[in-house]
């Protein structure tokens, strides 16, 4: 079992959708939840990150946490074109930080 | 404030060969983390380096090592390269103190081997 599994989609909403974006992971003791965005060609950067059960909203963006089902998600609200990226769940279950394989999202126009 | 930054961008080499990597981190961070990505695997951790000490380690083989000196700057080598081997090797800076703390990466380092 891999430590951060996602769908590796490709996932497909169109603009102003909700974009819904999975991650599971196996290490009980993590603490620490983030989402990164990779744009083709670039490297990833932060959009978010949660440590508490529940959800945490930042415009358009909200992660959810679960921890008693190891269970985040992030969630995009009116997706825009611009936010076609792959979307990498992390988790850091000490001062490591391991990344899913990441969901590629398109915003179709 | 300066990036990450990593150098070489883009090399080939053939296999058998081995490869240096460079990375230099965000002033006043200590730690450096290298990760592989290659298409549908997404980031592989291959090692974390902490104040010129290997604090953790992926689950590479020993042809893949590192190392940091005293001014956070980090190397990385591949020796006896292989085809598998291709990929983009990123590497990530923070202060590596924190649980939650953003990771700063570079641009990336591109090896193809042929």
């Known amino acids: 079992q891999k430590e951060v599994e996602q769908n590796s989609g490709p996932l497909s909403v169109p603009e102003g959708a909700i974009a819904s974006l999975n991650c599971t992971y196996s290490?009980?003791?993590?603490?620490?939840f983030f989402w990164y965005r990779q744009y083709s060609g670039k490297s990833p950067e932060l959009i978010m990150f949660?440590?508490?059960?529940g959800d945490k909203e930042d415009g358009r963006f909200t992660a959810q946490l679960n921890k008693a089902s190891q269970y985040v998600s992030l969630l995009i609200r009116d997706s825009q074109p611009s936010d076609s990226a792959t979307y990498l769940c992390?988790?850091?279950?000490?001062?490591?930080?391991?990344f899913g394989a990441g969901t590629r999202l398109t915003v179709k126009p | 404030k300066a990036g990450v930054t990593q150098t070489p961008r883009y090399l080939i080499k053939t296999r058998g060969q081995q490869v240096t990597l460079s990375c230099s981190p965000i002033?006043?961070?200590?730690?450096v983390s290298w990760y592989q990505q290659t298409p549908g695997q997404g980031l592989q951790f291959l090692f974390e380096?902490?104040?010129?000490?290997?604090?953790n380690k992926g689950n590479f083989p020993g042809r893949f090592s590192g190392r940091q000196f005293s001014n956070s700057r980090s190397e990385m080598n591949v020796s006896t390269l292989e085809l598998g081997d291709s990929a983009l090797y990123l590497c990530?800076?923070?202060?590596?103190?924190?649980?939650?703390?953003?990771?700063?990466f570079g641009e990336g380092s591109r090896l193809t081997v042929l």
């Open positions: 990530a800076s923070s202060t590596g103190l924190a649980l939650l703390e953003e990771l700063f």
């Open positions: 290490d009980r003791g993590s603490q620490s």
């Open positions: 949660i440590y508490s059960n």
């Open positions: 992390a988790v850091n279950p000490g001062l490591l930080v391991r």
């Open positions: 002033s006043g961070h200590r730690s």
């Open positions: 380096y902490f104040s010129e000490t290997q604090r």
